[in-house]
């Protein structure tokens, strides 16, 4: 058993399944176990984790990879497809998903709430915040159709940005996502999308009501910016320096590299702006991450189109693992992802905390796919248990 912070030879788990919470864990032979008709039994060969935590996806309910499929898309088949998605993820061992900006999230969410459908638990952050004429803003189109199609909110101008954050609010929405950088595939939309003075609105208003917030970053500048506004989170931060490195710590911001959807999206040999961007992310990046002790979290901003499908989201866990080993990339996927949630009851196998767990073939500390879909065992989510590929 790997509890999120200790492996445990002969580990056992105890669960109260009518609260779905963890009665005792420990090593065999020091717990007292339940009968045996109502004991849950690994078998051999197998590894108890917690549940698996994706702090960075969407719902966008689309095959396609480009904004216009994104924001196109009818809302009603969007849903539908992410109720696909959502029980994909679930059997492949995630019993937590934070949705970082998508029109459907926030119903989903309360759809699994009220037991309608299966799922991870989904933290929706409703519609991510934009400027005009910012990232998520198709300008082939007229604005004021612009507007409307967006899956974001347009904001421009402090007061404005706080009344966003409470259309978020007002949504139902547990996180705030803003795009304080634009996207790589769009070089001429720049680096910085907000000012200083709008993020740190945005942040007040979010905080105010106990959200978290996540910001898309990247460049020196935009990592900056978001540092001094006090985000919660930084999304992708590519063109990490050691110094932008030694603030985010010291603020104990989280850091989210979202290196899998990249490397299932980048072209092989351009020498494009975009692909230059990314390179240095694999390499310098994240060496300034690891060796500033940065507070690293699995994230893989997959979306479920073709290319990046959910239930594949592990190989997030599979690209950390590369630069942190493999008991820091789960943790990254476990405790410090609930972490970065502000989730105090999830992420670990501990007395108390909610019973989120995974039974896998194999052990992943020594052989990382033991965490595929393919080597799972059960899935159990506040004390319901699942069974992948029965």
Request: net charge negative; hydrophobic share 40%.
């Amino acid at each position: 058993m790997f509890t999120g912070s200790e492996y445990i030879e002969q580990g056992v788990v105890v669960v109260d399944q009518s609260s779905g919470i963890i009665e005792k864990a420990g090593r065999q032979g020091g717990v007292t176990e339940p009968r045996e008709e109502t004991r849950i039994m690994a078998e051999e060969g197998t590894t108890i984790l917690p549940g698996l935590i994706d702090t960075h996806i969407h719902f966008f309910g689309t095959r396609g990879s480009n904004i216009i499929d994104w924001v196109t898309v009818p809302e009603t088949l969007a849903a539908l497809r992410s109720v696909r998605d959502l029980h994909r993820l679930l059997l492949a061992g995630f019993t937590t998903v934070r949705d970082l900006g998508s029109k459907v999230g926030t119903y989903l969410s309360q759809a699994l709430k009220e037991g309608i459908i299966e799922g991870p638990r989904v933290i929706s952050a409703s519609r991510p915040l934009a400027r005009t004429g910012g990232n998520d803003d198709p300008s082939i189109l007229p604005l004021p159709i612009a507007e409307e199609i967006s899956y974001s909110y347009h904001c421009d101008g402090p007061w404005e940005c706080r009344k966003a954050v409470r259309k978020v609010i007002r949504d139902g929405g547990e996180a705030v996502k803003l795009y304080v950088s634009g996207s790589l595939a769009q070089e001429r939309k720049g680096h910085v999308q907000f000012t200083v003075e709008e993020l740190k609105a945005i942040v007040d208003e979010a905080h105010l009501a106990g959200l978290k917030v996540a910001a898309h970053a990247w460049s020196e500048e935009g990592l900056m910016n978001v540092v001094e506004a006090g985000v919660d989170s930084i999304e992708h931060g590519m063109w990490l320096t050691p110094e932008i490195a030694d603030r985010i710590k010291k603020k104990g911001i989280f850091y989210v590299p979202t290196l899998s959807v990249f490397s299932a999206t980048k072209s092989t040999g351009s020498d494009s702006y975009r692909e230059k961007f990314i390179k240095r992310h694999f390499t310098e990046d994240m060496e300034i991450a690891k060796k500033s002790n940065l507070k690293i979290v699995s994230g893989s901003d997959y979306f479920g189109a073709d290319i990046v499908p959910h239930g594949q989201n592990y190989m997030e866990i599979v690209s950390l693992a590369k630069y942190l080993g493999n008991t820091e990339a789960i943790m990254a996927a476990t405790i410090r992802a609930a972490e970065c949630l502000g989730l105090n009851n999830k992420g670990q196998v501990k007395k108390g905390f909610d019973a989120d767990l995974i039974v896998v073939r194999g052990n992943p500390l020594t052989d990382l796919e033991a965490i595929s879909p393919a080597k799972i065992s059960h899935v159990i989510k506040s004390g319901k248990v699942f069974t992948p590929n029965a």
